[in-house]
């Protein structure tokens, strides 16, 4: 399982909220409520998500396997 608990780590970090998000990256709602409930993303997504950021894909994502769920 994916998860991006570390993108809200890394959010609360660098100070940056949703709504910086959403109203100066253009980020959409709907993609932060597929963030907020663990949902396939692209890797292009990913790639903005990591630009608006500054950080690295590990900053924004972690692999859980399934045992440990």
Known sequence: MISY???Y???KAKNIS???LINEFGVSR???DRLKHN???STVTLND???FLACRVED???YIPEEQT
């Open 5 to 7: 608990e570390p993108l």
């Open 9 to 11: 780590q890394t959010m």
């Open 18 to 20: 949703t709504y910086k």
């Open 30 to 32: 709907s993609l932060l």
């Open 39 to 41: 949902k396939p993303i």
């Open 49 to 51: 998500l990591c630009s």
């Open 60 to 62: 924004v994502l972690v």
